[in-house]
Nanobody
Framework: QAQLVESGGGLVQPGGSLRLSCAASKSIVSFNSMGWYRQAPGKQRELVATISGRSANYADSVKGRFTISRDNGKIAVYLQMNSLKPEDTAIYYC?????????????WGQGTQVTVSS
């Protein structure tokens, strides 16, 4: 079964940095886009950043602080998070989208907790 495995979450002080990683299982051989979403307690899941080819898209709240990148050798995506704020605290989920026969197929990781607190 296709899987996405995330790592890199944790506890960090405000102003600190974290790097999230997400790797796809070998059963996933292609994708149209990958990205990161997050969900804070009591809130809906929201887009953080996505990447398709060389094009990246960011939520306004993270522009200039977060950078999404992809691995050229394998199906993996990374999120470098700098200048972290308490409001960045959430569970971060990796997402992969495949377009098959014109229909989108979404895969999700299990989520990794990011806590920004002093």
């Amino acid at each position: 079964q296709a899987q996405l495995v995330e790592s890199g979450g944790g506890l960090v002080q405000p102003g600190g940095s974290l790097r999230l990683s997400c790797a796809a299982s070998k059963s996933i051989v292609s994708f149209n886009s990958m990205g990161w979403y997050r969900q804070a307690p009591g809130k809906q899941r929201e887009l953080v950043a996505t990447i398709s080819g060389r094009s990246a898209n960011y939520a306004d709240s993270v522009k200039g602080r977060f950078t999404i990148s992809r691995d050229n050798g394998k199906i993996a995506v990374y999120l470098q998070m700098n200048s972290l704020k308490p409001e960045d605290t959430a569970i971060y989920y990796c997402n992969l989208v495949q377009i098959l026969a014109g229909l989108p197929h979404n895969y999700w990781g299990q989520g990794t907790q990011v806590t920004v607190s002093s």
